[in-house]
């Protein structure tokens, strides 16, 4: 069996590829964990990696029979996506890699359609019982309000309006945008929780962390928090049809209250991932056991509470 591992569009997620370096070490010290990128040169997790290749942009019509050419011919076992953009094009794929034995780390394409679209999502969250943001009519809006694309990530396009006059004629007219509640972040704390799904698509892990500090819509300070989310996700989500893997929700709770309001769901390892590793929750670990070892994990909630990440710039020289 191969044990190889390729992380897709790896960029600058260093911490991630690491991860996976230990825990082969730990089952397979002979497997290597290997990255693609569009510029291979100039990706600092391609120079943690066993090997980083060049691959065309997700949308380009070769991107994955680039892919499977990469699997092919360097014995990789299982592949994990990393970026949004790639996760449709990967999901409707999947069965190309389960071919030849490859395990395609994504959930199936109904779901991932639903991350993806704001607008589906707010209705994933009603169907399981959680409270989303109510809508705004922007023709006769209530402020503060919220809008950001239905589609968006890395915290693009957002924008917190107070007063009419900031309502403008581009903000009305973008197709994209969609209007909401404000969520006042005096009241509420900010959470990601990162969920671990086994391939019978039960819930095994949930580890929220509350989001401190955020950059570049990016948490750069956080603190994992073993508190009512733990049970009220469990409770609601405790198996998902088809969705497999690592997958990150967003959150906002009141703590006076105990109000709850979902806000979305990226079904791949989120960027914050690394702090709910550095509690315990080894999710590379577990899709080695589960996809190279054929084992069958059971729920675990063996993390540490409280535990503060605190991040900070790095460099790699060449």
């Known amino acids: 069996m191969r044990h190889n591992i390729l992380v897709t569009s790896a960029g600058k997620r260093v911490a991630l590829v690491r991860a996976f370096r230990r825990a082969l070490d730990r089952t ?125 990530s890395l915290s693009c396009n957002l924008h917190r309006i107070t007063r009419a006059e900031e309502l403008t004629e581009e903000l009305l007219t973008d197709p994209k945008l969609i209007f909401m509640e404000y969520i006042d ?28 500090e955020i950059r570049a819509g990016e948490i750069s300070k956080g603190r994992t928090e073993k508190g009512p989310l733990v049970d009220y996700l469990r409770t609601r989500l405790g198996r998902i049809e088809g969705c497999v893997g690592c997958i990150c929700i967003q959150l906002f709770r009141d703590p006076a209250t ?22 315990g929750a080894d999710y590379p670990e577990l899709l080695i056991r589960e996809y190279f070892l054929g084992e069958r994990i059971a729920y675990r909630d063996d993390w540490r509470d409280g535990m503060l990440m605190l991040r900070y710039d790095d460099a790699v020289f060449v």
């Open 185 to 212: 972040t005096n009241r509420y704390k900010e959470y990601t929780a990162d969920l671990y799904y086994g391939r019978d698509h039960e819930l095994k892990a949930t580890v929220p962390r509350e989001r401190i």
């Open 28 to 152: 397979f010290p002979e497997g290597k964990v290997l990255t693609t990128d569009m510029n291979p040169g100039m990706a600092p997790a391609g120079y943690a990696s066993d090997g980083c290749f060049a691959v065309p942009r997700v949308t380009a019509p070769n991107y994955i029979a680039t892919l499977l050419d990469i699997c092919r011919r360097n014995d990789v076992g299982m592949i994990v996506p990393t970026i949004d953009t790639e996760l449709l094009v990967l999901a409707e794929n999947k069965h190309r890699f389960e071919a030849e034995g490859i395990a395609a780390i994504v959930s199936a394409r109904p779901f991932v359609a639903t991350c993806r679209d704001k607008r589906r999502t707010g209705d994933f969250f009603a169907a399981h019982g959680i409270r989303t943001p109510k809508p705004v009519d922007k023709h006769a809006p209530t402020f503060p309000l919220f809008a950001k694309p239905y589609d968006g």
């Open 258 to 279: 105990d109000d709850t309001v979902g806000i979305e769901i990226n079904p791949r390892f989120g960027g914050g991932y690394p702090l709910a590793l550095a509690a």
